[in-house]
Structures are given as C-alpha cells and as structure tokens.
C-alpha cells in the first residue's frame, strides 16, 4: 500500500501508528475545557484511534465515548436562566422538551411554496457571526 503514492504511504503509516494508541482515556471527564487554550495533538491521536477502532463509525465511537459527547454533564435547570433573555417562551418550551424529552426520531414537514421561496432567497447561512442580525 506505501508504494501506491505518498498519501497511502502517509494513511498506511499513520493507520499502522493508530492501531496502538490507547483512546481510553477520552472517556476520562475533561476539567478546564472552557479555558483551554489548543487541542491537545496527544487528544487528537486518541480520537483518530478511535475512529480506526470502529472502523471511521463516528456513530459507534460516540455510543461508545458518551459522557460530554452525548451532553451527558449538561445542567439542563440553568439552561433556561442563561436563554430566556434571548429566546422566545415557545422555543424554550421545545428546547426543554427535546433536551427532557428527546425529539421525534421522525419528522414530518409540510413547507409552503413561498416559506421554502424565502429560505431559499435568504441562502445557505454558512455561520452566525456573518449574520449576527438574523440570528438575533
């Protein structure tokens, strides 16, 4: 596989590395998240171990990880107090429920001719900082 072109020989190399790396650890509680202030390479070579692990099954590795990665640690009781300010009462009743509750495993979505005209004219919001005012 090396002699296939320098990136199998990288993918072949790295791969073969990954195989040994111990990923354990990513299950381990993270204290001082917020304030970190790089990702951690060792972290990296952990996550990509995992991936090679489960065969690049991110579904698998996230069963698997649990805890932060499936908001096992969030504090749903002060969630309200910090987005009150911010959101309306009926979006916070449906934020309680899904993050309660779970959401609807399917969805059924019926969209008017000009709700989706109007998306489509407003485009692809790529992120919020770009259209701060629309996600105001």
Known sequence: MCLVSKRFSKVTTETRRLLF???TPL???RMGYATQMEVSLERVDMMAAAMIH???NPNMLVRYLGGE???AYRDIKMLPEKLMPHV???DMR???RI???GCPADFALEESAASKALMI???NQKNFVMNEEKVR
């Open 94 to 96: 449906q934020i309680t």
């Open 121 to 123: 004219k407003r485009g």
């Open 88 to 90: 309306p009462v009926d």
């Open 27 to 29: 299950r381990q509680l």
């Open 69 to 71: 990665y499936t908001g």
């Open 21 to 23: 790396v111990d990923f």
């Open 99 to 101: 993050l309660t509750s």
């Open 54 to 56: 489960y065969g690049l």
